[in-house]
């Protein structure tokens, strides 16, 4: 008897907690579902790029501690810059509120919820977001992505054979395969050169993760969960007579073998724009790294000859990469802090793009940093033991580099500011000669 009272009492000691914790209790559909939708869905859902689908409470409650733990550990999503430094669009990174909340929902038992509090599902687009493009770029052949393997980074050439100049006033991107496009970056080139390593080794591309020429402009590119993008009134990139338009690829292996043959949508004005783009181009390429090294570091500046607004900025490591800065001093002795990663990943490579545009004074120095882990400890290192490191296109190989994109604040600065960014650039290069010989 007395067993049979003990359990009576715990049964219903049991059920009382469960209606206390009814209201309080976390819950996918009240809270952890408007997190998933907002952050994580544009990857993880059918076809696309994420290793599993996160569109339903079944999908999130069989990974509940999975997502507990790599949102914690601030793996995913995945969000490289500091938030301290600066504050971007469209950031991914969670808050501290927002981790927590995985947590308390597997502590509670990662219960599904009242149906009423469940967020309606994103929708994406199929087709063009922005309607049918005025011109269709698309990959003249199937690109064929292994089953196992790295990371694969390649370039498609497309001659646009323009007979005059053009004006770009939008531009989407539209992967023929989701599951393995990782992101991609479209690049301009004017000199040729893109077309000539594309007939030295396939006709239409070749590989790398560089482009293999000084690019005379970037037009937006695609990651999961961006839709392209249409430039504001008065806007444009111009794309002059000979241009020729690179799309780099990025491919992740899937697992099993798989074709991509990616479209890019182009949308263009009659209208010439007020302003023309412009990039800054900042990097070291005299790099060697010795073999455990676990802090290599190399550093770059750039001095503004004329006032410059910022609007974005892109970094680039290979795989032992550890962190990158990047801040202006003023000349009135203020620093604007641009950017800071404090752990650099090979995969997410995107443009991050400023919550309000960063106006910097002629004679600024714009100082970039970055340091490399060339150690054992390294889980990312590619060579056990380590080995020497240099600069070079191949993933096993390091570069540092960062693309700077905005615009002089006067239309009469626009040569002089390209002009000078590309003395910059070759005085990079030619560190790197130097090195060579």
């Excluded at 049979?4 to 559909?29: H, P």
Aim: charge should be neutral; hydrophobic fraction near 40%; include cysteine.
């Amino acid at each position: 008897m007395r067993v049979f009272s003990l359990i009576v009492i715990c049964a219903a000691s049991m059920t009382a907690g469960l209606a206390r914790g009814a209201d309080s209790a976390t819950t996918f559909n009240k809270d952890v579902a408007p997190i998933v939708f907002n952050h994580c869905t544009a990857c993880h859902r059918p076809n696309n790029i994420g290793p599993f689908s996160l569109v339903t409470f079944q999908d999130a409650k069989k990974r509940a501690k999975q997502l507990a733990r790599i949102t914690e550990k601030r793996i995913m999503p995945p969000w490289l810059p500091s938030g301290e430094w600066a504050e971007f669009k469209h950031a991914r990174t969670l808050t501290e509120a927002q981790v927590a909340v995985f947590a308390s929902w597997v502590q509670d038992g990662a219960l599904e919820g009242d149906a009423t509090d469940l967020p309606p599902l994103p929708k994406f687009h199929d087709g063009w977001h922005f309607g049918p493009p005025d011109m269709i770029l698309k990959m003249e052949r199937p690109f064929d992505v292994p089953a196992e393997g790295r990371d694969i980074y390649h370039h498609f050439v497309f001659p646009l054979n323009f007979e005059k100049d053009r004006y770009l006033k939008g531009i989407e991107i539209m992967p023929g395969n989701r599951r393995v496009a990782h992101h991609a970056v479209g690049i301009l080139d004017a000199s040729g050169t893109a077309r000539r390593l594309a007939r030295e080794h396939d006709g239409i591309g070749y590989p790398g993760n560089a482009p293999g020429f000084l690019p005379v402009g970037f037009t937006p590119g695609y990651a999961p969960g961006q839709e392209g993008a249409l430039f504001g009134p008065g806007e444009a990139i111009t794309l002059k007579k000979g241009t020729d338009y690179v799309l780099q690829m990025h491919y992740s292996p899937s697992g099993k073998e798989e074709i991509d043959q990616t479209s890019v949508g182009l949308y263009f004005t009659d209208t010439p724009p007020k302003r023309n783009v412009s990039i800054i181009l900042m990097g070291a390429v005299d790099i060697d790294i010795p073999p455990g090294e676990k802090v290599y570091r190399k550093s770059d500046y750039f001095t503004l000859p004329v006032d410059y607004e910022v609007g974005n900025i892109w970094a680039h490591m290979h795989l032992i990469g550890r962190t990158a800065k990047v801040w202006a001093e003023l000349p009135d002795k203020k620093t604007a802090r641009l950017l800071k990663i404090d752990d650099w990943n090979f995969n997410w490579q995107d443009t991050y793009f400023y919550a309000e545009p960063i106006v910097l004074p002629k004679g600024t120095i714009i100082r970039a940093e970055f340091t490399w882990d060339n150690s054992a400890e390294n889980p990312r290192n590619p060579s056990s033991p380590p080995a020497r490191v240099l600069n070079g296109e191949q993933s096993s190989d390091e570069m540092a580099g960062i693309i700077i994109g905005g615009r002089p604040v006067s239309a009469a600065d626009e040569t002089k500011s390209w002009a000078a960014v590309v003395g910059h650039y070759l005085g990079i290069e030619s560190r790197n000669t130097r090195r060579a010989k």
